[in-house]
């Protein structure tokens, strides 16, 4: 009896690449970006989010960031993409070892954004347990005159962007797709994944703590929240405990998709929400007075 012909071996299968807060040992034969390219990119990301809060304390009460005006918003907008585009890129340039070094080992698929919403339902829930906590200290406290200080303590959206030219429809579609998917989403969130990975390379070694990218988690989510600070201490406290949950998405889960998914429909439902405040035909519908919304925000 003949025997079977030793068949060839196979093409390697490349390793996959840590993702975003996954330990692989300094041992390890994966292919990835030196410690120094990985620094490097942390400089290049701190400095980013550094210059950021510093622009945006600057310009804290000088008006909405954004223009009213749905052309001009999409033009702004996209220059702040290119803005980030300059050190991510530089960064990039350095570590690029293959996608799992930003986007992780989880596939983008329909899991993706089922995923995501359950995150975004949790991060929904979470934000608001500050604001609950908030209000019930406040109308013990000060009575009647609790709900005007929530209303003062609220995130103010409208250093971001004009309340009013949310009730455009137009404007509000921008908002709740390019603007919380895009610029929002999925910059803040790669930002937020590069960071987590040039956090992890400040502590080289096979023995680092399981819990350093946790500490990278919490460090970077007080950075988010900073960067907010236009928004008030209420919008940097609501951010900051948003960065934590989806800091979190991005170590447990392994998907840098997901924690985008949930980021922008964090965003999305937010910005629905004033136009259906805003919006004249939407107020009619439900029977609010046109003033609703600034009754609500006290605006």
């Known amino acids: 009896m003949k025997a079977p012909p030793v068949m ?38 701190l400095g980013y989010i550094v210059v950021m809060t510093a622009l945006a304390a600057r310009h804290k009460d000088s008006g909405p960031a954004m223009s009213g005006e749905v052309g001009a918003l999409m033009r702004e907008s996209s220059a702040s993409l290119g803005v980030f585009a300059i050190p991510f890129g530089l960064g990039l340039a350095c570590v690029w070892r293959g996608r799992g070094d930003l986007w992780g080992q989880r596939a983008h698929n329909l899991w993706t954004w089922t995923w995501g919403t359950v995150w975004f339902v949790g991060l929904r829930m979470a934000a608001a347990v500050p604001v609950l906590v908030a209000a019930v200290v406040l109308q013990w406290r000060h009575g009647t005159e609790g709900m005007e200080k929530i209303k003062g303590l609220r995130p103010k959206i409208e250093s971001l962007m004009p309340l009013e030219s949310l009730g455009e429809p137009l404007y509000a579609l921008a908002c709740v797709t390019w603007i919380s998917f895009v610029v929002a989403g999925l910059r803040e969130e790669l930002w937020r994944a590069a960071f987590l990975r040039g956090f992890r390379a400040l502590f080289p070694g096979e023995g680092r703590s399981p819990f350093i990218p946790w500490a990278g988690v919490v460090v970077s989510s007080a950075l988010f929240g900073l960067a907010h600070v236009s928004q008030g201490w209420m919008g940097v406290a609501l951010t900051t405990v948003l960065g934590l949950g989806l800091g979190a998405v991005q170590v447990a889960r392994r998907s840098t998709w997901e924690a985008v998914v949930a980021h922008g429909l964090v965003d999305a439902s937010t910005f629905f929400l004033l136009f259906v405040l805003q919006n004249p035909t939407t107020q009619r519908w439900l029977q609010l007075p046109p003033n609703f919304a600034k009754q609500v925000l006290g605006g």
């Open 8 to 45: 060839p071996p196979g093409p390697s299968v490349p390793p996959v690449i840590p993702a975003p807060g996954e330990g692989a040992g300094e041992g390890s034969h994966a292919r990835r970006a030196p410690r120094w390219a990985w620094l490097t990119m942390l400089g290049l990301m």
